[in-house]
């Protein structure tokens, strides 16, 4: 059994992301960046003009970790390794992130609707001396979705708050006829990834 060796940041507000580090037994905590309402991104998560669906996510990942870090500078907590994850969904090279109403998810939705499309998930680690980032992508293809059934979905409340406006580990599942690469990349941390880094960082 793996069992790390001590606990890390995760600098993600994910129950996915925390459920699949305890997957591997990765001990964590979450370190949030703003405590008080109202809730705001951390970032800056709009894509640059021009920018690539690769070279956004490793951006965002890794401003995502920096910004982690000088938090724990300012509060004055232990110096932990830190882990940020980002994941977006591209088509024809256009970045889809999380809807962020009913008529975006329904759009989106039906874009993907009977295409291929790739789930791009950039994780970055990061302690006092060193910052990495590692890019998972993944092949997801959904089968023609009905109007009804996009309806049906969206009103689920299940599109927000996710990349693309579904969850694999969801009831999308049954929109996908294939997916090659990595499932937990789909879902948010793709796991051979980041126990390869939290290796390198001494961690696991």
């Known amino acids: ?31 949030l960046l703003r405590v008080n309402p109202p809730r705001t991104r951390d970032v800056d998560e709009s894509p640059a003009p ?3 669906p690769h070279d956004y996510v490793r951006r965002v990942s890794r401003a995502k970790a920096e910004a982690a870090w000088n938090r724990v500078v300012e509060r004055k907590l232990p110096r932990k390794t830190i882990l940020a994850a980002d994941t977006t969904v591209s088509l024809g090279g256009r970045i889809f992130g999380s809807p962020a109403s009913m008529e975006e998810a329904r759009a989106t939705l039906k874009e993907l609707s009977g295409n291929e499309h790739q789930v791009l998930t950039a994780i970055a680690v990061k302690d006092e001396d060193a910052l990495e980032v590692a890019v998972s992508e993944s092949a997801v293809r959904f089968r023609d979705i009905s109007d009804d059934e996009l309806d049906c979905y969206v009103q689920s409340g299940e599109p927000f708050d996710k990349a ?10 049954v929109f996908i006829s294939e997916i090659r690469g990595s499932y937990s990349g789909v879902m948010g941390l793709p796991l051979f990834e980041t126990a390869s880094l939290l290796k390198k960082f001494g961690v696991m």
């Open 1 to 31: 059994m793996l069992v790390s060796s001590t606990y890390i940041y995760l600098a993600s507000r994910s129950m996915r992301r925390r459920e699949l580090l305890q997957q591997i037994h990765v001990d964590h905590e979450v370190l």
């Open 50 to 52: 021009g920018e690539s």
């Open 164 to 173: 693309g406006g579904y969850a694999i580990q969801g009831r999308a599942a």
